[in-house]
């Protein structure tokens, strides 16, 4: 059992904001969920296969739960040679689908601009979605990590307004060199991922979940694909990050009427 997970919770806090109400409609026949992609152009293989997902799911909708580029550093950036391929793949793919984008530690400079080139609705986090009879709470993940204290006081520091307007005032090439220094500097890359041993509390997530009447969560983040249970019938649902180009890891978590199903990812054909 999780830690923290059994008996009288205790008092936890986030610095989430309430869950925005998603309602998907009846028509809807299936929703994918990915995260943590870290899409750049050092992932040709990854991106590759995103693309083809994109392309020929039957889902109705992609759900993007953050971390969909390695580094967004701001709209701006969206002109950038494989930043418009990411964008081409997927307003190509909302032509056909709905296709909802959370920001998450790595993207969270993702802004409306972006979110209009790409046809995709803005998912914030966290959002509770009612389809198919359920409500489900989807978050990225990394606010719900609270043991981790030197993360979030980062988290905390980097999405304040003073930092924000900072760092976006420099020019573009100067945030696209720190995006590349952060991918060849470990400590800077742990400094936004926060340490690796650090999870979701189960305390603060099932306090949230009761505060939105739901019973599942589903988050990103972690890099530990699982599904189960705590205390109280709520269930947990951890999405793959995908790696193609060094590994084997890309999963999508499906949700239809008959429940949740994990599958590799391009599955379908897009009849429908």
Known sequence: MPAGAGGAAPAVATDLPAPVPFE??????????????????????????????????????????????????????RDEP?????????????QERTVAIMGGNRDFLMGEALLADCGA?????????????????L???????????????????????????QFLARPLEERLAFARQIREASEMRRQFDGEGAADVDPAAAMALLREAGATTLVHGH?????????????????LSDWDL????????????????????????????
């Not at 020929?56 to 709209?75: N, Q, Y």
């Not at 609705?121 to 709470?137: E, I, N, S, W």
């Not at 429940?259 to 379908?268: K, Y």
């Open 245 to 272: 180009d060094h590994g084997a890891r890309a999963e999508v978590l499906r949700l239809t009427a008959e429940g949740f199903a994990r599958m590799p990812p391009g599955r379908g054909s897009d009849s429908r």
């Open 24 to 77: 998907a409609p009846r028509a809807w026949r299936a929703i994918d969920f990915i995260s943590d992609l870290h899409l750049s152009e050092a992932m040709p293989t990854t991106f590759d296969a995103f693309a083809a997902h994109l392309a020929h799911t039957d889902a109705d909708a992609v759900f993007i739960l953050g971390d969909l580029f390695e580094l967004w550093v701001g709209d701006d950036a």
């Open 121 to 137: 609705r803005a998912l914030p986090d966290p959002t509770l979605l009612t389809a198919f009879g359920k409500r489900v709470l």
């Open 139 to 165: 978050s990225h993940g990394d606010a719900l990590c609270l043991a981790d204290h030197a993360y979030q006081a980062f988290r905390r520091q980097v999405r304040s307004p003073a930092w924000l307007a």
């Open 222 to 238: 972690t890099h530990r694909p699982a599904s189960d249970t705590w205390p109280g019938g709520f269930v947990h649902h951890v």
């Open 82 to 94: 494989f930043a418009r391929r990411c964008v081409q793949a997927l307003a190509a793919a909302a």
